[in-house]
């Protein structure tokens, strides 16, 4: 008598693959995806055809605490190409963290990366421009690109921004061999780009910016040395809400901020300066006039805003929702009076270690502007949410 398990076997090796690739997409628990690969070569060749990601042990992009006790699994090229050889249609590949990644691991992606639209290659320290000139060549697709730490130059951005137009999402943090000429052939052309990060990068003035596209949105320059043309070209846009350039005594003119001010800046809703000690009130005032729209402000240990500036931001952030200043030497009972009279649509206050304030004082505001939440906490990042994709 026929096993009718038989029968069921030999009329599922019949269904065509579309009806395979349907099935497995309806699968919701993790052990039946994993089950059906095991099933036969053909079921695990469909598994691998839906695969969209791909990240390894080693890989920091996704934070995995249970991993962080044991040692990094490096990988090699030819591990590398055996994975992108068997999953051919991803759209996100986490490299970061494979310190020892040679160049000839990214030479692969020209034949496939052609999906491609996230790629992260954080300290992937041996990633020279080569690598990243494979990139160019391979994933013209790609709208998300983090190269925090790695070793490349100006030549690997011109090669990247002759070929992804596409991109949107750029980390540049501690790539410390660009200049101003690599960010001056990214931002001309790739024209919808929205958020990038250029921190600890020591060489750029911020002038490459100049032109950039009204798409680009969200930037942190922390501990840049900016000059004041280049806080203009940055803002040249007209589009940012988000501009991070904390910890300015790296700066070379600390008073170019002024240009924060000058027209380009409507838009701005959030402004880090923390740890710009030497911004003083001419710069502050500036800035509370000319920036309609600011919501948040960052001027924690910013010790040279005294009365004049604590005013002008009284009188004129009509919108500022949240503030920041811890450890202000200058902010005396005065300055918080005028915030207290001020800032109408102020919620929330962050406040600690204000020598100048008096206890008195503080609980006038507390008494007065019930509606603001005072903290004592100190904030180091006051990124919005889903700005930066990396």
Request: proline share 2%; net charge neutral; charged share 20%.
């Amino acid at each position: 008598m026929d096993n009718p398990s038989d029968d069921f076997s030999g009329y599922t090796m019949q269904l065509p693959d579309d009806c395979l690739l349907l099935i497995f997409q309806h699968l919701d628990c993790g052990s039946d995806r994993e089950s059906f690969g095991l099933t036969c070569r053909r079921w695990l060749q469909i598994q691998n055809l839906t695969r969209r990601s791909l990240q390894f042990q080693c890989s920091f992009t996704v934070l995995n605490i249970s991993s962080l006790s044991q040692n990094n699994t490096q990988i090699s090229t030819f591990q590398l190409s055996r994975l992108l050889n068997r999953f051919q249609n991803l759209e996100l590949l986490s490299l970061s963290g494979c310190t020892e990644l040679p160049d000839s691991g990214l030479a692969l992606l020209p034949r496939h990366g052609s999906k491609l639209q996230s790629l992260h290659l954080d300290c992937c320290f041996t990633i020279t421009d080569n690598g990243l000139s494979s990139v160019a060549s391979g994933c013209s697709l790609l709208v998300i690109l983090s190269l925090y730490r790695c070793n490349v130059t100006d030549y690997g951005l011109e090669a990247l921004s002759n070929s992804c137009l596409a991109l949107e999402d750029l980390n540049l943090s501690y790539c410390s061999r660009i200049s101003d000429y690599g960010i001056r052939v990214i931002s001309q052309n790739c024209r919808h780009l929205r958020a990038i990060r250029i921190s600890y990068c020591r060489n750029l003035t911020g002038a490459g910016f100049q032109g950039c596209s009204q798409t680009l949105t969200y930037l942190e320059a922390d501990s840049c040395r900016l000059e004041p043309n280049g806080i203009r070209s940055i803002l040249s846009g007209g589009g940012l809400e988000y501009l991070s350039v904390p910890d300015l005594t790296w700066c070379t003119r600390v008073d170019g901020l002024v240009a924060i001010s000058v027209g380009f800046a409507a838009k701005l809703r959030v402004l880090n300066f923390r740890f710009s000690r030497t911004v003083g009130d001419d710069c502050i005032m500036a800035i509370a006039k000319g920036c309609p729209s600011l919501q948040e402000w960052n001027l924690a240990i910013c010790h040279g805003v005294k009365i004049a500036g604590w005013e002008s931001i009284a009188s004129h952030c009509h919108h500022l929702k949240t503030l920041h200043v811890n450890r202000c030497r200058n902010l005396c009972d005065r300055g918080l009076q005028a915030l207290r009279t001020g800032c109408k649509r102020l919620s929330t206050l962050y406040i600690t270690r204000c020598s100048q304030i008096s206890v008195v004082a503080l609980e006038i505001f507390k008494f007065a502007r019930g509606n603001v939440d005072l903290k004592e906490e100190e904030i180091m990042c006051i990124c919005p949410p889903g700005a930066f994709r990396f």
